[in-house]
């Protein structure tokens, strides 16, 4: 069954450092999201991406996070400057189609640690 | 999105159908009723979805009231693998691509 692979599993930082998470969607999905879960707390909606573009981002998704498709595979999550409360889980997500027909694949997520 | 409800936890004897509630009476028409699960602090995985009818697939089925304001989820035939969070989302079918999580439903499955 196709994945939704990220890499690294676990990532620790320290506060003010850049971090990249990385996410390889399933290959012909064409919507992409990330959303992340401080432990303990509800799974929450970061950013929706398609067609190169942001479609949607939270209120969470300031200035200090970006996302980008650089060469058509990958999927990544930038965070510049990290903070304290930028530890999470961090998940990527891909689906196939938009519209309720079409359920989500989420990847395994990514364990940030912000020291 | 129309909010739903869904009861903080659950057990389950292993073997036995565990069958979790959900409300969400203010459910439009253009929306489905999806159901993800999140074992330990893995990704959420998705189990089934539906719109009117009732679903069924390998992992589970889906029944939908006739009013649509409320469903069950029925795991038929509970395992201890299947202990999670359950969360039962309304989603808009269209131009809102997002899932919003509540708390879910913690089903432990006790041998």
């Known amino acids: 069954e196709p994945e939704v692979t990220q890499t690294p599993s676990h990532q620790v930082t320290q506060m003010g450092q850049e971090v990249i998470l990385r996410c390889v969607p399933i290959s012909n999905h064409l919507y992409f999201y990330w959303y992340r879960q401080i432990l303990g707390q509800k799974v929450e909606f970061l950013v929706s991406f398609y067609n190169n573009e942001i479609s949607e981002k939270s209120e969470i998704f300031d200035d200090q996070f970006s996302v980008e498709r650089p060469d058509g595979s990958n999927f990544t999550l930038k965070i510049r400057s990290t903070k304290l409360e930028d530890s999470a889980m961090y998940f990527c997500?891909?689906?196939?189609?938009?519209?309720?027909?079409?359920?989500?694949?989420f990847g395994s997520g990514t364990r940030l640690t912000v020291v | 999105d129309a909010k739903t409800t869904q009861p903080t936890s659950m057990d389950c004897a292993e073997g036995r159908a565990a069958n979790l509630p959900c409300n969400h009476s203010t459910i439009s028409g253009n929306e489905y009723v999806y159901w993800y699960r999140q074992i330990h602090s893995q990704g959420p995985q998705y189990i089934i979805h539906?719109?009117?009818n009732n679903e069924t697939n390998e992992m589970a089925s889906l029944i939908i009231t006739e009013d649509r304001k409320s469903s069950t989820l029925i795991l038929p035939h509970a395992t201890l693998r299947d202990t999670a969070v359950y969360y039962c989302?309304?989603?808009?079918?269209?131009?809102?691509?997002?899932?919003?999580f509540g708390a879910g439903t913690t089903v432990t499955v006790r041998a």
């Open positions: 989302i309304v989603r808009v079918s269209s131009n809102d691509y997002k899932l919003s």
């Open positions: 539906g719109l009117k």
């Open positions: 997500a891909s689906q196939s189609g938009a519209g309720g027909i079409y359920g989500y694949t």
